[in-house]
């Protein structure tokens, strides 16, 4: 099967904190190697990333949505916004995540991620900081000053509905 299951399907999705806790306990074990490659293209960046089979993942967050293609493999992914079934066995699977979207994964199968983000830079550091919030609180400030600065008359107001609500 070739799809992503909707949110409405799946159970109600964990708090942040449940997310983080999960996280730290993760960081208890060992830690797994999980390749990366970098592609640019102007005003473009991909990331691509290799899941080992049979892991337990926990991203970062993220400030803006963003385009994924899972091209291989099959997880679970569960975030605040709620939990997908991913199976790209029979081919691709593309979708969008929501900005603030930080993603909790088990890797069912060897799966290849790639996350496709707007971004002017090629310095990877540079680009972290763009598109990563290291905390929650961060992102909350961050979409807190992004909301100031668009008005009510401003063609990017429908986008800025779309954001997720601070805290």
């Known amino acids: 099967m070739n799809a992503v299951t909707p949110l409405e399907q799946l159970p109600a999705a964990p708090r942040r904190d449940t997310i983080l806790a999960f996280q730290q306990h993760l960081a208890q074990f060992e830690q797994v190697d ?5 592609t ?16 337990f993942i926990v991203g970062k967050i993220h400030k803006h949505a963003h385009l994924n293609i899972v091209t291989r493999g099959r997880c679970t992914v569960v975030t605040e916004f709620g939990r ?3 199976d790209a066995s029979a081919g691709p699977v593309t979708f969008t995540s929501e900005a603030g979207a930080k993603r909790a994964l088990y ?8 996350t496709i983000h707007a971004v002017q830079s090629t310095d990877l550091a540079e680009i972290e900081r763009e598109i990563i919030a290291p905390t929650f609180d961060d992102l ?3 979409l807190a000053r992004a909301r ?3 008005s009510e008359d401003s063609p990017c107001q429908a986008e800025m509905k779309s954001l997720p609500p601070i805290g």
């Open 34 to 38: 999980c390749p990366l490659k970098h």
């Open 40 to 55: 640019f293209a102007p005003g473009m960046y991909a990331r691509e990333i290799l899941l080992p089979a049979d892991t």
């Open 84 to 86: 997908r079934e991913i």
């Open 107 to 114: 890797v069912h199968e060897e799966t290849v991620w790639t």
């Open 140 to 142: 909350d400030a961050f």
């Open 148 to 150: 100031a600065l668009i």
